[in-house]
C-alpha cells in the first residue's frame, strides 16, 4: 500500500459528461502529479502542484483542470469527455523534489 | 519526451539475475536516474533512485556509468513476481518537477 488514495476505482460515463478524480496524498506529502495511461501507452504526465500551487505542466488538455486544496488533496476535473478520454488515471505524491514519487492504484475511466 | 532509451522487452530465466539496461546520453549533472516498475495496470512502484554513485536496496542494485550516460537496474534473484514494465527515468530534483515516462522495458520471468 502506497499510502495514496485514488477514488472512484472505476468511472463509466457517456461522451460530452464531466468528471471529477480524487486524490489524497500521503501524509505529509506536499507534491502530487496527475498521469493519464492509455490502453498499452506509456503514462503521459499531466500536471503537478506543490502545496496548492501549480508547478509543471505536461499535455494536459483545455477540457482537463486540476487543482490542490489547503488539507493538500487534489481534484482533477475532465470534462466534454470523448470516447479517447478512456483511460487510467493515476495520481501520485512525494515529500518533496528529491524524494521518490509514491503511485496510488489508478481511476479506470471508461467513456462510451 | 522522455530522455531515456530502454529495451521494448527482455526474457530472464526465474532465479537468475535480471539486468535491465537504460541509455540517458544526454544527462545533465544534476539530474537523478530513477528506476520504477509497474505490474499489470497498477500504480507504477518506486524501486531506487541514484546520481553517480551505484546504490543497492532491498528490491535491487543500480549500477551508473562512470560517464553517466547509462545505467543498469539489476534485481539479483528474480521470480515471477517480478514480471512488470520496468521504467527508467531521469530527473532534475526541483519544485517544478515534469517527471516524463518513456515506454519502458517490459521484463518477461521465464519459469
Known amino acids: 500500500d502506497s499510502g495514496v488514495t485514488q477514488t472512484p476505482k472505476h468511472l463509466i460515463t457517456a461522451t460530452g459528461q464531466r468528471v471529477t478524480l480524487r486524490c489524497s496524498p500521503r501524509?505529509?506529502?506536499?507534491?502530487v502529479y496527475w498521469y493519464q495511461q492509455s490502453l498499452d501507452q506509456g503514462l503521459q504526465f499531466l500536471i503537478q502542484?506543490?502545496?496548492?500551487?501549480?508547478?509543471a505542466k505536461g499535455n494536459i488538455l483545455e477540457r482537463f483542470s486540476a487543482q490542490q486544496f489547503p488539507d493538500l488533496h487534489s481534484e482533477l476535473n475532465l470534462s466534454s469527455l470523448e470516447l479517447g478520454d478512456s483511460a487510467l488515471y493515476f495520481c501520485a505524491s512525494s515529500v518533496g523534489p528529491t524524494a521518490p514519487l509514491h503511485f496510488g492504484n489508478g481511476t479506470r475511466l471508461t467513456v462510451t | 519526451d522522455a530522455k531515456t532509451t530502454q529495451p521494448p522487452s527482455m526474457d530472464c530465466a526465474e532465479g537468475r539475475a535480471a539486468n535491465l539496461p537504460c541509455n540517458h546520453s544526454?544527462?545533465?549533472?544534476?539530474?537523478?536516474v530513477y528506476w520504477y516498475r509497474q505490474i499489470h495496470s497498477q500504480g507504477p512502484q518506486y524501486i531506487i533512485h541514484g546520481l553517480k554513485n551505484n546504490e543497492t536496496n532491498e528490491m535491487a542494485s543500480l549500477i551508473i556509468t562512470e560517464d553517466r550516460k547509462s545505467s543498469t537496474l539489476i534485481l539479483p534473484h528474480a521470480t515471477l513476481r517480478d514480471t512488470a514494465v520496468y521504467y527508467c527515468i531521469v530527473r532534475v530534483n526541483v519544485r517544478d518537477d515534469k517527471i516524463i515516462f518513456g515506454k519502458g522495458t517490459r521484463l518477461h520471468i521465464l519459469p
Open positions: 502542484y506543490y502545496n496548492g500551487e501549480e508547478r
Open positions: 544526454t544527462i545533465s549533472g544534476n539530474e537523478y
Open positions: 501524509s505529509g506529502d506536499l507534491s
